[in-house]
């Protein structure tokens, strides 16, 4: 069974257009993630939520939403995209700290 | 402010080589925790290792080493007789004391290309 799965795999859509990336753990853990991997490979936290509860909200562009319904999903809405959106999205879990498992991440392009 | 660095951009080794890669943070916290991922070309981000601030026990998993210096601030991974197969891109990070929420700050991770 996966860990952390998280859906689409890639994403191609135009700009300006509204989408959702879904990510769900069945680990148990508490604690849960999006990261964004630039076209360098640099990975940087962009939200955190514990317990369905916002914890950590870098300076990300108000267009990226994240919605947690519960503690085993955490989901990724962006609006309006942009060109410069185009990454790979990772979504993880951990628990009170511990390693972060990763999804198998989201490629975005946006054209 | 956390920071981690991989000052080693692209290694290139022969198979069978050892190989080390360099980890160097920052962090003012006094408990914190250090980690290696593997990414290999599929693109999948794998756990390799935690270490906690309070550990400097160095660590041997199979052909994985790791060794923890708290003296110079650094994680450093070895890979003893690399395959092929260890070819992808290795990240150091490193997380805040243990609370919920706490996140990880990556290096800029190294690309590790190992020939036949």
């Known amino acids: 069974d996966t860990a952390v799965s998280q859906t689409p795999k890639y994403l191609v859509t135009q700009m300006g257009n509204d989408k959702s990336i879904k990510c769900e753990q069945n680990?148990?853990?508490?604690?849960m993630y999006w990261y964004k991997q630039d076209s360098k490979k640099f990975l940087k936290i962009m939200f955190s939520?514990?317990?369905?509860?916002?914890?950590i909200n870098e300076t990300v562009p108000n267009r990226f939403s994240p919605k947690s319904p519960d503690k085993a999903h955490l989901n990724l809405h962006i609006n309006s995209l942009e060109l410069g959106d185009s990454a790979v999205y990772f979504c993880?879990?951990?628990?009170?700290?511990?390693?972060?498992?990763f999804g198998q991440g989201t490629r975005l392009t946006v054209v | 402010a956390q920071k981690v660095t991989q000052a080693q951009t692209e290694i290139s080794v022969v198979e069978k080589e050892d190989v080390t890669l360099d980890c160097v943070y920052e962090?003012?916290?006094?408990?914190?925790?250090l980690f290696w991922y593997k990414q290999p070309p599929s693109g999948e981000l794998v756990f390799l290792i935690r270490?906690?601030?309070?550990?400097?026990q160095n660590e041997i998993s199979g052909r994985y080493s790791w060794n923890f210096q708290k003296s110079t601030s650094s994680f450093n991974f070895t890979i003893t007789a690399s395959q092929v197969v260890d070819s992808a891109v290795y990240f150091c990070?490193?997380?805040?004391?243990?609370?919920?929420?706490?996140?990880?700050?990556f290096g800029e991770g190294t690309q590790l290309t190992v020939n036949p």
């Open positions: 680990l148990g853990h508490d604690t």
């Open positions: 962090t003012r916290d006094t408990t914190y925790y």
């Open positions: 990070a490193l997380s805040e004391a243990e609370y919920s929420g706490s996140r990880l700050t």
């Open positions: 939520y514990n317990n369905k509860e916002l914890i």
């Open positions: 270490r906690n601030s309070f550990d400097e």
């Open positions: 993880a879990s951990s628990s009170e700290g511990r390693a972060a498992f």
